[in-house]
């Protein structure tokens, strides 16, 4: 008889664990149900650093960049949840990854800059058809150390012909200062909160063929810089 007991008080525990189990998920079930959803963009597959967000990634069979409902509690206000925060050609949007961007993970937009931003790699702001050239631009060479990124230059050059005769012309007009000084100057005058005044460098856009033609100016004759009036 006490084994009979035994037995049915073993089966009422464990009808016990198991109706409180299948009520758990149930409850759980009704509440996620039940819960706010919000849509998200994510990765398909990891992007890595430096990458630009283009209006393909979102196209075809197979896109880079998804939707994905996650739990609106969940969620935070850096999270994209529209391709036009990302990529909007009649605003003037175009983000770049300035850190990697993990598959299946909703895009933050912390890992997230502008183009244009100062976190972006210079290449990545050139236009098509376009390079960075660098070249020698100090003191009154180049306006006494008031060009600004931005701004755009006259180059001036001086030729002497075999009969000592000085010529002088300008060999390019209107080529946009990209960068002032270089590089590691750049970093410490945005650390610092400062704004570079004095430069022995200047960077330029302009096509692989102007890039040769500058080199050879550089090289064998006199040059100086005409700084243009800003257009208003």
Same mark, same amino acid.
């Given at each position: ?32 149900? $039940?819960?706010? +959803?919000? *849509? @998200?963009?994510?990765?398909? %597959?990891?992007?890595?650093? #430096?990458?630009?967000?283009?209006? =393909? ?34 605003? $003037?949007?175009? +983000?770049? *990854? @300035?850190?990697?961007?993990? %598959?299946?993970?909703?895009? #933050?937009?912390?890992?997230?800059? =502008? ?118």
């Amino acid at each position: 008889m006490k084994k009979v007991y035994l037995i049915a008080v073993i089966v009422a525990i464990i009808a016990g664990v198991a109706t409180y189990m299948f009520a758990t998920e149930i409850n759980s079930k009704t509440k996620f149900k $039940d819960a706010e +959803m919000v *849509t @998200v963009l994510v990765p398909a %597959a990891d992007i890595e650093k #430096n990458v630009e967000i283009t209006a =393909d990634m979102f196209e075809g069979d197979n896109p880079q960049i998804v939707t994905k409902e996650i739990l609106a509690a969940d969620a935070t206000d850096n999270y994209v949840k529209a391709q036009t925060e990302l990529v909007d050609d009649a605003n $003037d949007v175009h +983000m770049i *990854t @300035v850190d990697k961007l993990y %598959a299946n993970e909703p895009i #933050n937009k912390n890992r997230l800059e =502008d183009k244009n931003g100062d976190d972006v790699a210079l290449s990545l702001k050139l236009p098509k058809g376009k390079v960075a050239y660098s070249f020698d631009a100090a003191s009154v060479k180049s306006v006494d150390g008031y060009i600004s990124e931005g701004d755009t230059v006259d180059v001036l050059v001086s030729k002497t012909d075999d009969q000592g005769k000085v010529k002088t012309e300008i060999a390019y007009k209107g080529l946009k200062i990209l960068r002032v000084s270089t590089n590691a100057d750049n970093s410490t005058a945005s650390q610092n909160g400062t704004k570079i005044t004095t430069y022995n460098t200047l960077t330029v856009e302009v096509t692989k063929k102007q890039s040769l033609k500058l080199y050879e100016i550089e090289n064998k004759y006199e040059y100086k810089l005409i700084l243009n009036p800003r257009q208003k």
